[in-house]
């Protein structure tokens, strides 16, 4: 018999048997369950197993606690149980979506669309904006071999980009991303545009915003040709509709047929209506989008500006900023270039002035250590380090920083800068201000003007009044002796986070707050990164990142979790920067997470870090300090 075969079998039995279990999924502790009725699920029965630690019931979820066992348990039950299992991702976040408000689920959704294409589709902005560049400046012949290859890079993307979209579309709508992603190639497809030069038919809606030019009929009904390259809408409510009508069919059609009719009827039903309804209307959808984000902009330019700008590092924690991206994108399609989202484009600088300032004024050497590369990745247009381990911890100067973005953004709108492609951010961006059209260069200059005056304002606005905070040095209650007597001997544990410290006690879940797993203490982060507590080797890092295990180098078991319930992110907000297995230094960076928007998906953020080998030492003492800075002492574990 294999190890947990029989723990595996006894666990399936008790919480209902097989036909009880709807799916099956494991965090770095513990295998959770959703089951049809928890009622059938014994819980002292369970609690009693040996290798079982406790039971937890908590959003719906129906969750047995192993430990560090719980990987093997988990594959054993999928192996020997028939239980089908997802890993280490949740299954089915249905539950949780019914949960969302209206604006949460349009923010998930425009995340979840945009957010895989974003590298690629920055990367092909950035050499079109170059090329454009270099055009301007007559260091390439604009019409030249080496310009058409360089467009040819760049456009390649935009050009299809609804059939890059339909694919990312599918997966939040559940839709045979194939299927998808053939209705997005129908949007693009190169007939249409020598179908579109050819004379027209007649005219729909002459005299109206919504005219249009009849080419062709399908089974005696107009179709309404537009040209919908680099278009954004179309495609994603196409994908929307087409999921529908997949779903449709694959319930009524018969299971021996469904591999091939499936997809012929939803293509034969989606296409055409994409094309002569769908399209148009999403079309005259995004050009309404464009309208108003005009009509906002020209009532007053500079103060939609200081508005967008001000208040863009806010939009970027609370996710707000994935509402503006479509909104640009679309503007860019729909006229050319945006002068609205662009406004936000100061507050990088206005950010890293803000970090500079610090950087020159603490005596902080951990601070000064995480300011030095927040600075440098702002440059480049990556803020979040500087914003949630540099400014944001330190309230007054993220302030500060909003207020020269707000600068920023009205500058922006006062030299008229616009956008004529999605690029890189911070320095990168300059090239996407040159006009494409005329390589005129008066944005890009007027651009650099406006990222210089809102680097030297937060600078100055930080730098005059820029205190380190005071420290009060904690103590603890052990004593340490000389190693080669036979007295205490002890280790100690630096803050893997920087926050506030919490008992675990206060913990909200059974299994830590009652010191099952564990004794130690919890943190309430003030900022997204997690630090090695001690020279050590990785032994657990789960995939989505939001917990990790090690094993210090004098034997300490140390488990880190970060925030409640986090696995159901699946990854979402958690950046992985070591290995399970690597060996690490005391204050290694582990870890980065996005506290204040996983706060805003609805879980806490709280994080115990406990001596899961509690059993091995004479005690376990946390510090009684109420905040506690990164690799300052934390535990001091006493053998």
Not at 175 to 192: D, E, H
Not at 212 to 238: D, K, R
Not at 599 to 613: D, F
Request: charged share 15%; aromatic share 10%; proline share 5%.
């Amino acid at each position: 018999m294999r190890k947990y075969e029989l723990l595996a079998a006894d666990i399936v039995k008790l919480v209902g048997g097989k036909d009880n279990v709807i799916s099956l999924t494991h965090c770095i502790t513990r295998l959770r369950f959703r089951l049809k009725d928890e009622g059938k699920a014994q819980d002292d029965a369970l609690k009693a197993l040996s290798g079982v630690v406790t039971v937890v019931k908590n959003a719906g979820q129906y969750q047995v606690v192993i430990g560090n066992a719980v990987g093997d348990v988990y594959d054993e039950i999928v192996a020997s149980q028939g239980i089908e299992g997802a890993g280490g991702a949740a299954a089915d976040d249905d539950g949780a979506k019914k949960d969302m408000s209206l604006l949460d689920r349009f923010i998930d959704l425009v995340s979840g669309v945009f957010q895989p294409v974003l590298g690629v589709l920055a990367a092909s902005g950035m050499i079109k904006g170059l090329t454009a560049l270099l055009g301007a400046l007559s260091i390439i012949d604009p019409k030249g071999g080496t310009a058409q290859m360089m467009n040819i890079v760049g456009d390649a993307f935009f050009f299809f980009l609804p059939v890059m979209l339909a694919y990312t579309a599918a997966k939040k709508f559940r839709m045979n991303p194939f299927a998808a992603m053939t209705v997005g190639a129908a949007l693009v497809y190169p007939s249409l545009a020598q179908i579109m030069g050819g004379a027209p038919l007649y005219t729909l809606f002459a005299g109206t915003p919504f005219a249009s030019a009849v080419h062709i009929e399908f089974l005696g009904i107009p179709v309404l040709l537009m040209n919908y390259a680099s278009s954004v809408i179309p495609a994603i409510v196409a994908v929307y509709f087409g999921a529908k009508v997949e779903h449709f069919f694959a319930r009524v059609i018969p299971t021996v047929i469904k591999g091939f009719f499936v997809p012929f009827c939803t293509l034969l039903v989606v296409i055409p209506l994409t094309l002569m309804v769908v399209g148009p209307v999403a079309t005259w959808a995004g050009q309404l989008v464009g309208a108003a984000a005009m009509a906002i902009y020209d009532v007053s330019p500079v103060i939609s500006g200081l508005f967008i700008g001000g208040f863009w590092q806010i939009f970027v924690m609370f996710g707000l900023h994935w509402g503006f991206v479509p909104v640009m994108l679309n503007n860019i399609a729909v006229y050319g270039y945006d002068p609205l989202v662009v406004t936000m484009f100061g507050a990088t600088f206005a950010q890293i002035g803000v970090v500079l300032a610090i950087l020159i004024r603490t005596k902080d050497q951990g601070l000064r250590s995480l300011s030095i590369p927040a600075f440098i990745s702002g440059v480049f247009g990556v803020t979040e380090p500087a914003i949630y381990g540099v400014t944001l911890p330190r309230k007054k100067y993220f302030v500060l920083s909003c207020v020269a973005a707000g600068v920023g953004g009205a500058l922006v709108a006062f030299f008229e800068i616009h956008i004529y492609m999605y690029g890189g951010l911070g320095i990168f961006e300059y090239p996407c201000f040159v006009d494409p059209a005329t390589g005129d260069l008066t944005g890009m200059y007027n651009g650099m003007i406006v990222s210089l005056v809102s680097f030297v304002l937060g600078f100055l606005l930080a730098f005059p009044v820029y205190r380190d905070e005071v420290k009060e040095a904690t103590s603890l209650a052990v004593t340490t002796t000389d190693e080669k007597t036979n007295a205490v001997q002890r280790e100690i544990l630096a803050a893997p986070v920087a926050g506030k410290v919490v008992p675990l006690a206060n913990v909200p879940d059974e299994a830590f707050s009652a010191g099952i797993l564990g004794k130690g203490i919890a943190i309430e982060p003030s900022v997204g990164r997690v630090v090695a507590p001690a020279d050590a080797t990785v032994t657990t890092l789960f995939p989505t990142g939001h917990a990790i295990g090690l094993i210090t180098d004098k034997g300490a078991e140390i488990l880190i979790h970060i925030g409640m319930d986090t696995v159901k992110l699946e990854g979402k907000y958690f950046h992985a920067h070591v290995q399970q297995g690597e060996k690490v230094k005391k204050g290694q960076l582990l870890i980065e997470f996005e506290p204040e928007k996983i706060k805003e998906a609805g879980y806490p953020v709280v994080t115990p870090v406990l001596v899961t080998n509690t059993a091995s030492y004479l005690d376990v003492v946390p510090t009684e300090a109420g905040t506690i800075a990164e690799n300052e002492n934390l535990i001091t574990v006493v053998a």
